[in-house]
C-alpha cells in the first residue's frame, strides 16, 4: 500500500458519466488517487464541461487535427506527462490507441466496458447482450492492452437481464453498476491492493453467500 494519492488523467469522448463518478469518489479525503486533468478527443463531448465545473483542469485534443493516430497520440502523451498523470482511466474514450501508446501506458491505463469481459467486447454491447437472450451480464474494468476491450480483468460486475428489457433499460441498470464498480476498481489498482500476476489481477476476494452464485432467474 502507498499513502501517495495517485495523480489520475481521465479520457473521455462524450457525456462523462463515469467520469463524474471517479471524480465524485476522489472528493474523499480518504481515496487513494486525485483527479489530475480530463482530455477529450471530441472538443463537444458533453462531459468537459461537467468537468470543468467540478473544477477540474480539462482540455481538449482534437483528433480530426491531427495528421494521423500518432501524432494525435504525442499530443494526449504530452498533455497527461504535463499534467503529472501516473495512471490513465479511459471513460466512454471511444478512440482505438496505437500498440506504442499502448506500451508506453503499459499497466497504468484502465478502461471501463459494459460487459462481462471477455464476452460481448467492442460496440452496440447492450443490443448484443439483449439479442443473444444471456440471463447475466455486467461491467468490467480491465488494464489496456493493445487489442480493443482485452486485458487483464481487475473488476466486475454482474447484472441480471429482467423480462422485458429494451436497450434503454439495460443500458442504465449497467451504467449505475458501472458508476460503482469503475471507483472501486480504480481505488483497488491506486492504492496497490491489486497486482497483476501473468496476463491476471490478484486481489482480495468476494466473501461468498449461501448460495455461492448469483442465479436468474432465481432459484426460489
Ligand atoms: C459506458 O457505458 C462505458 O462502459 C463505455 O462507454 C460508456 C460511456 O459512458 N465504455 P459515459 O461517457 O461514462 O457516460
Not at 480530463?38 to 482540455?59: D, F, Q
Not at 491505463?109 to 471477455?118: D, G, Q, R, T
Amino acid at each position: 500500500m502507498t499513502d501517495k494519492k495517485k495523480r489520475v488523467g481521465i479520457l473521455i469522448s462524450g457525456r462523462g458519466s463515469n467520469m463524474m463518478s471517479l471524480i465524485a469518489a476522489a472528493r474523499d479525503s480518504g481515496y487513494p488517487a486525485e483527479i489530475a486533468c480530463v482530455l477529450a478527443n471530441r472538443p463537444e463531448a458533453e462531459g468537459l464541461a461537467k468537468a470543468r465545473s467540478a473544477g477540474i483542469k480539462t482540455r481538449a485534443i482534437d483528433h480530426a487535427l491531427f495528421k494521423g493516430r500518432g501524432d494525435f497520440e504525442a499530443a494526449l502523451d504530452d498533455a497527461l506527462r504535463e499534467a503529472g498523470v501516473e495512471l490513465v482511466a479511459c471513460a466512454g474514450f471511444m478512440r482505438l490507441m496505437t500498440p506504442d501508446f499502448v506500451e508506453r501506458w503499459r499497466d497504468r491505463m484502465l478502461n471501463i466496458h459494459p460487459s462481462l469481459l471477455p464476452a460481448f467486447r467492442g460496440l452496440h454491447t447492450h443490443e448484443r447482450v439483449l439479442a443473444a437472450g444471456v440471463k447475466i451480464t455486467g461491467c468490467t474494468v480491465h488494464i489496456v492492452r493493445a487489442e480493443m476491450d482485452e486485458g487483464p480483468v481487475i473488476a466486475q460486475a454482474a447484472v441480471p437481464v429482467l423480462n422485458g428489457d429494451t436497450l434503454e433499460r439495460l443500458a442504465g441498470r449497467v451504467l449505475e453498476a458501472e458508476h460503482k464498480l469503475y471507483p472501486h476498481a480504480l481505488a483497488l489498482f491506486a492504492s496497490g491492493r491489486v497486482r497483476i500476476a501473468g496476463e491476471k489481477v490478484l486481489g482480495p476476494q468476494v466473501s461468498i453467500n449461501q448460495e455461492k452464485a448469483l442465479f436468474c432467474p432465481p432459484l426460489a
